[in-house]
């Protein structure tokens, strides 16, 4: 009896050992330990170290491309991959900015803080000419590189390399024309700057509410227009209906562009005058740089619908182009300014005063009436 007392006691004793450490577990365990084995083993080394959990200066961060990033708990400094993250970072971190990814034109100048003109260009990682200046990103020093926009399809290992190239912490967001709220929403949860990131998703949803209603009604009358996006030197590029550049014209119109290999790039696919001629849109819009100015005047042009009948037009840029150049936030215009042009009997809003608000909240710029009529100069029919 008095054996059996005794193992009995010895296997409480035990339990209660074993109870006890099952309670202190959970206290020791860090936070990644509950993200995917996966991302475990991409994140930077850095991004696991136990002092960096427990003296509250980092913070973890899941991006877009699912990846878990240690970033510094209070974001001060930031530096973005190109000119597309710049425009969706300006409106709420633009103080924050330890650089540029490309410099500003001069006659950028009346709708831009002053500021951001004396930055250090850095350069970008994706698309374009040239490529970040990894030596001018250490310089500055930023808290956090921040990429936004179509994820590409090496986004983990690039911003993997990067980050452990650098040790300066790289982040993806995910950002297209429909996702562009909930990419502000992130972002203001990276920088601590919530309040303003709701402001700019909610107009964001706003404008998404406004369009999307239009443009049922529209299809519901079977009245969308037939496009095309023509850019370059003779007009003969266009922005094919499969590329990211094509969202807001894909959302506005009947895109014809439809071609097999399609150009994921600023510049489009390049195609001929009779390829063009075989689609006959009914609207033709042209890129700023392009050939709206001389087009009118040339005989091989003419016999197109659009242009015989004076329905085509130059899109509105500045500091940017409203449709795509770069394809971020300042699309939103291009939706705008499209409905007014395709489909002024369904539009329930006031152009002038919808651009004067944007540029007033993205760009903190008080546009004029004469600044206004600059901008569409070319761009909408004449009354």
Known sequence: MKKSISILLAVLLVMSLLAGCGQSAPAETPPETSAPAEDQQEAPAEAEAPAQETDGEVREFTDSAGRTVSVPAEVTKIAVSGPLSQLYALPLAGDMLVGVSKSFAEDTRIYLPEEIYSMTEIGQLYGGKGEMDLEALLAADPDVVIDIGEAKKTIKEDMDSLSEQTGIPFV????????????????????????????????????????NEMMAKVDADNARKTVLYCLGDSGCNVIAKGSFHAETINTMGDNLAVLEDVVSKGTGNEVDLEQILAWNPEVILFAPDSIYDTVGTMDAWKSLNAISSGSYYKVPSGPYGWLSSPPSVQRYLGLLWMGELLYPDYVTYDLKEEVQNYYKLFYDCDLTDEMYDNLVAGALPEE
């Open 172 to 211: 993806h967001i995910d950002a297209t024309v429909a996702t562009a709220p909930a990419a502000y929403k992130m972002l203001g949860e990276l920088l601590g700057r919530e309040e303003k990131a709701a402001e700019l998703a909610d107009y964001c949803q706003n404008i998404l509410d406004t369009i």
